[in-house]
C-alpha cells in the first residue's frame, strides 16, 4: 500500500483534495476523519498538518505527500520535491513599514518575525546577513506593530493582509511556492507512487489544456500546425468534402481563443474547442 499524506487543513487542503478525488482516489466524508483506507487503489491517505508532511515523510513513515515547496524547505527535513501541482502559489517575502528598508542587507542587527524560521534562517545564511529571527505561530504581521520585531518575512498571495495592516513588501522575494508532492530524499519510486505521479500529471493536463477541432484546407494544413503543434503533432483526418482535412490537437486552455482568431484568420472553420475530462500522456 501507498502511504500518501494529505493536507487536513488551511489553504492547501481543500484544493489537495479535490485533485486527488479528480486522481481517482478516495477521499474522507467529513473533517474528522484522519485516515482513509482506498483498497481498490491500494492507497492509504493520512490527514495532517501541512507543516508536519514533510516531517513524517522525510521520516520515511510515510512514502510521498502533499505540502508546500516553502513548508518543505522549511522543515529541513530528508524529502524532496517530485512534480509541482500548481495549486497554492504564494510567494514569501519581507515586508514592514513603508520606507524603513529597500533591501535584505538593511536587516542586519535587527529583528525579523516570522513562522517560517527555517525558510527565513536559510536566506538570511545565503545573503550573508545576520538579523535575529523572532518566530511566531501565525498572524505576524501585527508583531511590528506591538514591537517586536523590525521587520517580517511572510506568505504573500493577495497582498490584501499587507495592505490591511499598512505593511509594504520590500527586496527581492525569498521564496516562489506552490503545492508540491514529495518523498523521501534518495529513495526509488515504488509502483504505487509512479500511478500517482502519472495521474497527478493526468489531472494537471486535463485542467490546463482543452481539445481542438477544426477544418482546413489541405494546402493551409502546414500553416495551422504552426498554431497548433499539439503534445506529439496533431491528428490529421481525411474529410469527404474535396481538399479539405479535419484537424485534432491540445492547445492551453488559456491561449484557446487567441488560437481559435488565428486559426480562423488562414482559413480554418468548424472549431470546437472541448474539455479533457481526464488524460494519460
Ligand atoms: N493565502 C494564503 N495564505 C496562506 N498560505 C497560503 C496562501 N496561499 C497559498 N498558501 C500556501 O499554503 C501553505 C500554508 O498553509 P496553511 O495556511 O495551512 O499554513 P499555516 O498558515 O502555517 O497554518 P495555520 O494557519 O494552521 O497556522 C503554504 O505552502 C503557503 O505558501
Ligand atoms: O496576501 P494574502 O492573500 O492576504 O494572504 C497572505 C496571508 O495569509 C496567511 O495567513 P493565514 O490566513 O494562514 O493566517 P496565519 O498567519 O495565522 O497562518 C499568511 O500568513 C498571510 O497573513
Ligand atoms: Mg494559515
New binding site residues.
Partial sequence: MLRLAVPNK??LAEPAQTMLREAGYRQRKDSKELVVVDRENSCELFFLRPRDIAVYVGEGTLDAGITGRDMLIDSGAPAEEVMPLGFGR?TFRFASTPGAFTSVADLSGRRIAT?YAGLLGKYLADQGVDARIIKL?????TAIRLGVADAIA?????????RNVGLEVFGEPIAHSEAVLIKRAGVPETNGFEQLIRRLQGVRVAREYVMIDYDIRVERVEAAIKITPGMEGPTVSPLHREGWVAVRAMVPRKDHQQVMDRLYEIGARAILVTAIYACRL
Avoid at 505561530?137 to 504581521?141: L, M, N, T
Avoid at 511572510?154 to 499587507?162: A, F, K, Q
Fill in positions: 488551511g489553504a504564494s513562522s505561530d501565525g498572524a505576524v504581521e511572510d506568505v504573500v498571495e493577495t497582498g490584501t493582509t499587507l
